[in-house]
């Protein structure tokens, strides 16, 4: 990952002498998971990671073609990070790339202008089926590094290999899955690593991990199809057997290892716990195990891994990949056993959870292995971009890809930063600036999207979620539980669809298939950001942190009921019989009452409740507070509003008794009050009580209602 980003803005800022924008989120948060193909539905692996850097910054997907690099062709990196050199061996493989898009033509990583290097490729499959997953920061222990230092500073032309190079260099040589680990190894031999890292190289027959955490010295492992795993930006290679034909190993990894003094294994055994020897583990303080991550992940996987990150401190096989047992080479587990069979919508899932699908995402593509399939279709990639906490997957055939949707390659502009809200569509962010001494402080404050963003893939989702998020801050009201269900149910009918349409595809036509694609999930993205911006929150006397904010929305949004007027809810005043039966009768669906006949002097013909109150007496919800009376203008209490609730529910007798005080078990809403509280309507008012009697504001009567919609 880019960890001189943060040094290179400030010189940049200073030079420029304006204000830049900064990612929010630090970049070491990609988040990985391997499942072998007997774990899951469908019987195919899934190779999966996140490149995580930072919010509101746009990536592009672009197709490389074959013979792009000639043979004999200079290769030269990005200047940032040492400015890596590479011969090609031969003309380069087609293959498929993201890329960080280049701002106004100058490079965000090295600010050279008009670059003759890409910015940061990190995905992608050639024409021989190869794909490259690249790369997963980790980290080194100071003692190994010590000992066997990154190359970070070219000397005599040599540097070691950094991130934003691998997939390149792999995907224009490698011809198979072994071939890239092959010379990946011969690279961080010849060359040495710029950085500590996990990555993937596959094809149809092979899945490769990989990890160093020092510059020369890594362990590649083929992995089987009866493991699962995560990797949340740590060493998860834990005790293995060099000797096992599945592993390939730089030849002084034990040795290295001894001279720091770190080395934890049987050097006669030919053993080594690479994790354990190479790795930074943090500390009891402050463990590194990649948690929230790795504790959530796990859960996600099994519901019974109630594990804390001081559980997974304390014992790392809960999570590393070992082929050794009883002293014995095995075939390569973990101890994480899924409790289902995985299929590609967990798989998409895990993505979703909150601490692993955030504004940090840039983009992901999961690639999905088929072995017993013509080479063009062995493999699936699952592409999504942007924040991936509510988004969409969409499939490719990549080797049978012609062109790519014009959305993932639209150039934008940085999102700019000011500490004043801009008129224009924005997300939360901070940047630096200057204080009135001179010195660099980070601030907190708004980052204006792009002029074109709506034009972007990456800036639609990113925006998106970015005002789910944040929306309370951008406009005082956060956007509610009902308006985000919305979201999510939308993006998942249209995963469902994809899904369903890729399988019935005839593989030659990805290209139109996959662009129509990428075009409706597009404008859905933007059509939900249209939605939550007209949905805005027009009380000024409900705020987000009230119990009833998201009960109001509902009501409103359901046409249960309006405000007080434009801007007040009033949700302390109290409410009478007629409102709440008339929201009761709205909240129904505002059913026509079959008879038109009103037994009650005291509701006027034509009044608003009229209708309600009719509805309410023909189906047993209320008779009134006398034969000819129904009281419209009393205040509903507690007991009432329950009452009618459960009587529209059509009395249900089958819920636990309460045990408050004052609620008699001859009392005519007892039943009501059981039901209420067994359905969550409520809880009552105390430990013992449930105050029959108090008067109920039009707070509690739409959170009632709202909470039994949901029941």
């Not at 092979?206 to 949340?232: K, M, T």
């Not at 509805?615 to 006398?626: C, H, K, L, P």
């Not at 609730?645 to 309460?658: I, N």
Request: contains cysteine.
């Amino acid at each position: 990952m880019k960890k001189n980003f943060v040094k290179r803005l400030l010189s940049t800022i200073a030079i420029m002498v304006a204000i830049c924008a900064l990612a929010t989120v630090s970049a070491s948060a990609c988040t990985t998971i391997y499942v072998g193909g007997n774990m899951t539905d469908e019987g195919t692996p899934f190779v999966a990671r996140t490149e995580d850097y930072g919010a509101d910054m746009n990536k592009l997907w672009f197709i490389s073609e074959a013979g792009h690099f000639h043979k004999g062709d200079r290769y030269l990196g990005c200047p940032e990070y040492g400015e890596f050199e590479w011969t090609f061996t031969h003309d380069s493989y087609r293959f498929t790339y993201f890329t960080n898009d280049v701002f106004n033509g100058t490079c965000p990583e090295c600010g050279q202008k008009d670059p003759t290097h890409w910015s940061y490729t990190e995905f992608g499959t050639n024409e021989k089926g190869v794909s490259v997953s690249a790369t997963e920061t980790i980290y080194g222990g100071k003692e190994v590094t010590e000992v066997d230092p990154f190359v970070e500073e070219k000397k005599d032309g040599i540097v070691g290999i950094e991130e934003t190079d691998i997939p390149t260099i792999l995907l224009a040589e490698a011809g198979s899955a072994r071939e890239g680990v092959e010379l990946l190894a011969h690279i961080y031999d010849e060359y040495g690593a710029c950085a500590a890292s996990g990555l993937f190289i596959c094809d149809q027959n092979e899945v490769w991990y990989i990890e160093n955490c020092s510059g020369h010295q890594y362990v590649a492992i083929r992995l089987n199809n009866d493991i699962v795993f995560l990797e949340p930006n740590l060493a998860i290679i834990g005790l293995v057997d060099l000797d096992d034909e599945n592993i390939i190993a730089s030849k002084g990894l034990i040795e290295t290892a001894k001279a720091a003094k770190t080395y934890v294994g049987d050097e006669k055994e030919n053993t080594i716990d690479f994790r354990a020897s190479y790795a930074n583990l943090g500390t009891a303080e402050s463990p590194r195990v990649g948690a929230p991550r790795m504790v959530d992940g796990l859960k996600f996987l099994n519901e019974k891994y109630d594990y804390t990150q001081d559980d997974l401190f304390a014992d790392n096989t809960k999570f590393t990949i070992s082929n050794v047992k009883d002293g014995k080479i095995v075939p390569f587990y973990t101890n994480i056993t899924p409790d289902r069979k995985l299929s590609k919508d967990d798989v998409f899932s895990f993505y979703q959870l909150s601490s692993v699908g955030k504004p940090s995402n840039q983009e992901i593509e999961i690639f999905q292995l088929f072995k017993n399939r013509p080479v063009e279709t062995g493999t699936v990639g699952w592409v999504g971009v942007g924040n991936m906490a509510n988004n969409v997957f969409v499939p490719y055939y990549p080797m049978l890809l012609e062109d790519i949707y014009k959305g993932y390659q639209v150039s934008t502009d940085v999102a700019s930063f000011s500490t004043e809200k801009p008129d224009t569509f924005c997300n939360v962010g901070t940047s630096y600036v200057k204080d009135a001494d001179g010195n660099w402080q980070r601030v907190s404050g708004y980052k204006a999207y792009p002029q074109n963003w709506r034009d972007s893939y990456y800036f639609t989702f990113e925006g998106l979620n970015g005002y789910i998020m944040n929306a309370e801050q951008l406009t005082g009201s956060p956007v509610t539980a009902a308006d985000k269900q919305y979201v999510r149910d939308q993006l998942n009918d249209l995963q469902k669809k994809f899904n369903e349409e890729f399988a019935a595809m005839d593989p030659k036509d990805t290209t139109k298939a996959g662009k129509d694609m990428a075009e409706r999930a597009h404008k859905l993205g933007l059509e939900l950001i249209d939605y939550l911006l007209s949905h805005k929150n027009p009380f000024v006397d409900v705020k987000g942190s009230d119990y009833f904010y998201d009960a109001v929305q509902w009501a409103v949004a359901q046409g249960v009921t309006s405000g007080t007027d434009a801007t007040h809810f009033s949700p302390k005043a109290p409410c009478t019989r007629a409102q709440a039966v008339t929201f009761l009768w709205r909240a129904a669906g505002s059913p026509e009452p079959k008879d038109s006949t009103n037994p009650f002097t005291d509701v006027k013909a034509g009044s608003y409740y009229e209708k309600a109150v009719l509805w309410a007496v023909e189906n047993g919800i209320t008779n009134g507070t006398s034969d000819t009376t129904f009281s419209p203008d009393a205040k509903c209490n507690r007991a009432q509003i329950v009452t009618f609730m459960w009587r529209a529910a059509k009395s249900p007798e089958d819920a636990p008794a309460c045990a408050f005080g004052d609620v008699s078990a001859e009392a005519y809403y007892a039943k009501a009050v059981n039901w209420a509280v067994d359905k969550k309507v409520t809880s009552g008012t105390g430990a013992d009580a449930f105050s029959p009697n108090a008067d109920c504001t039009r707070a509690q009567i739409a959170a009632f209602l709202y909470r039994g919609s949901n029941g």
